[in-house]
């Protein structure tokens, strides 16, 4: 495996922080690691990588986060609201900027005639896909060279990063 290195406009704009050093001392179990580092460095990009995909492809943040979820199923705005922590005024906006783009549209609830669903198009779907493609090969790539063992033990750290930071969800 090769050596994580600090790369990109990321490191460089947060003035390369090493928060292993900060946490060292505020935390004596804390313990530099090259994969702790590489992990810091994961949560700065997933911080930023929103913000870049919905750039390019001439969309909001919440557009994309839109457009991400309705790829999943379909949601009422409401329930679109909720999935974005914004008001149900906001999620109507963005909707209404998804369908004029002809990436969503509203349609009749199919139990509740009176409630109308948000659903996304394939427009929208080729939009997310043709933008998160990329990293999607990528990451598949990487996986598939893991053996069977070496999976176990990324599965195992994952999961426990994850109950790390859920403790402060």
């Known amino acids: 495996m090769s050596e994580i290195k600090p790369e990109g406009p990321s490191s460089q704009a947060r003035g390369g ?14 313990r530099p690691s090259s994969t702790l580092a590489a992990l810091q460095q994961v949560i700065d990009v997933a911080q ?26 379909a949601m009422g705005p409401v329930e679109l609201a909720r999935h974005l922590h ?36 394939d ?12 990293m999607f090969e990528g990451l598949a790539a990487v996986d598939n060279e893991l053996s069977e063992g070496e999976r176990e033990v990324v599965q195992r750290y994952l999961t426990g990063v994850l109950a790390a930071m859920r403790r402060l969800l």
Request: net charge positive.
């Open 17 to 30: 922080r090493q928060p292993s050093a900060q946490m060292a001392a505020a935390v004596p179990e804390w």
């Open 48 to 73: 930023e990588l929103p913000e870049r995909v919905a750039h390019r492809a001439g969309l909001s943040v919440s557009e994309l986060h839109s457009l991400r979820a309705l790829s999943e199923r």
């Open 86 to 121: 914004v008001t149900s005024a906001a999620s109507s906006g963005v909707v209404d900027r998804l369908v004029a783009r002809g990436h969503a549209q509203r349609q009749p609830h199919p139990v509740d005639g009176r409630r109308t669903e948000v659903v996304i198009t």
């Open 123 to 134: 427009s929208g779907r080729r939009e997310v896909i043709g933008q998160l493609r990329p």
